[in-house]
């Protein structure tokens, strides 16, 4: 890939980031102030700068505490900012839900509840119910990111297992107000799937997400499929009257910052065409479909003529067999690089947290000369996809893409140039 193809599709990632900016998010939408007390509560990959954010903007008086993922936290004068582990919950989570717990108690009809919601609040809010334990919420976690569900179906189950999510925490906050800030990373932005929802109940019933558990084979150990079993299960429902009162407010999503991305584009002289901002599924059957319009293009001219960059967003899922290292996206990079061997197009794949899995990139660079590159290495590119081990071919050709934590989430971004 040439220079300066990777500055291009580098400039749209930082415009998506920026378009979901925690300043510009909240400083649109800050609630009236209460008057009783502000209690500010959070969790998510972008807490914490929300959290910095909202303080720096407030001028009264505030308490609260959110939770992020160890390493993304920031300085806070008022509110305080905690770590847990993600994607799989640790007892610092657990420990920081009780905390976020204790700290909405004894709370009255004129105080004001701002809870900041962002992607990666599910796995940070660990709460089991009944007799349930740390444990069965670890395992509940590790079937689902095996299912190769989509993210609605992890949200959606969580909720019932959970003291917290699906609409719960609200529960806990009742007769406060409850404000909602949200800096979506779904498809679709239902605001009630990102972080499964805490503060904003599911439509999802128990019934329901017992077909949806049917469907994908998510695997239940004895405990959580006795608990599924009981009244207690059952989930807020949005009718409660506990959420009269409440707001909801999308700050920031995918569709916006794909937008910001494609006036990026326009301006540097590139036209861009946003395919969609909410496609689900399996990551390297998603890059087959994206290669195949990268394919057309590049042969006919059709259905867009060429220059062009194709973004896309939403969250796509990879169903673990292998015990290779990487995420979904340098897995669909890879996917992509292999289906459209030979074609001429630059990509960058990457989720806008600046972490894909498990390690420190956000994803990868990837172009039609990829295979060959990695096949001149002496390595497998077919190899590595089939064990999942993505990261290690990026690696290999140095086309890994790490900017570190960017402070926000709107789940992920897919360039793709073909010129």
């Known amino acids: 890939m040439i220079t300066e193809d990777r500055a291009f599709l580098s400039a749209l990632f930082e415009a998506a980031v920026s378009a979901a900016d925690p300043y510009l998010a909240i400083k649109a939408h800050l609630p ?189 150990n004895p405990r959580l499929a006795q608990w599924l079993e009981t009244d207690d299960a059952e989930a807020p429902h949005p009718h409660d009257p506990a959420f009269a009162r409440d707001e909801v407010v999308i700050v920031a999503s995918a569709r916006k910052s794909l937008a910001a991305a494609a006036e990026c584009a326009r301006e540097i002289g590139i036209p861009a065409v946003i395919i969609s901002d909410q496609i689900e599924g399996e990551a390297k059957e998603i890059a087959k479909m994206h290669a195949a319009i990268v394919a057309e293009i590049s042969l006919t001219g059709q259905p867009f003529a060429r220059p062009v960059v194709l973004l896309s967003g939403g969250e796509t899922t990879v169903t673990l067999s292998g015990s290779g290292k990487g995420g979904r996206n340098s897995e669909f990079a890879l996917s992509l690089a292999l289906t459209g061997a030979e074609v001429p197009f630059s990509a960058l794949v990457a989720d806008t947290d600046g972490i894909d899995g498990s390690e420190e990139n956000a994803g990868a660079f990837a172009s039609g000369q990829s295979a060959k590159r990695l096949k001149l290495l002496g390595i497998s590119p077919e190899a590595l996809l089939a064990n999942h081990d993505s990261w290690t071919a990026f690696d290999a050709l140095d086309d890994l893409f790490s900017p570190g934590p960017t402070g926000t989430n709107v789940n992920d971004f897919r360039a793709i140039l073909i010129r």
């Open 32 to 220: 009236k102030p209460p008057k009783g007390r502000t209690v500010v509560i959070g969790a998510g990959k972008g807490a914490a700068q929300l959290a910095r954010t909202f303080e720096q903007q407030w001028t009264g008086p505030l308490t609260g505490v959110v939770v992020t993922r160890y390493g993304y936290d920031v300085p806070c004068d008022r509110i305080t900012v905690l770590t847990a582990a993600h994607p799989v919950p640790d007892q610092a989570g657990l420990d920081a839900s009780h905390q976020i717990l204790d700290t909405l108690q004894n709370l009255t009809v004129d105080d004001l509840v701002v809870a900041l919601i962002c992607g990666g609040g599910s796995a940070l809010l660990p709460m089991p119910l009944g007799d349930l334990t740390l444990e069965d919420e670890i395992d509940l976690n590790t079937s689902l990111l095996h299912s190769g569900a989509p993210i609605s179906v992890m949200n959606a189950v969580r909720g019932q297992f959970s003291a917290i999510k699906g609409g719960r925490l609200a529960h806990v906050a009742h007769p406060a107000k409850v404000v909602t800030l949200v800096v979506s990373d779904v498809p679709g932005d239902d605001p009630a799937q990102v972080a499964s929802g805490p503060t904003i109940p599911s439509t999802t019933s128990r019934d329901e997400v017992r077909g949806l558990i049917k469907v994908w084979g998510i695997a239940l």
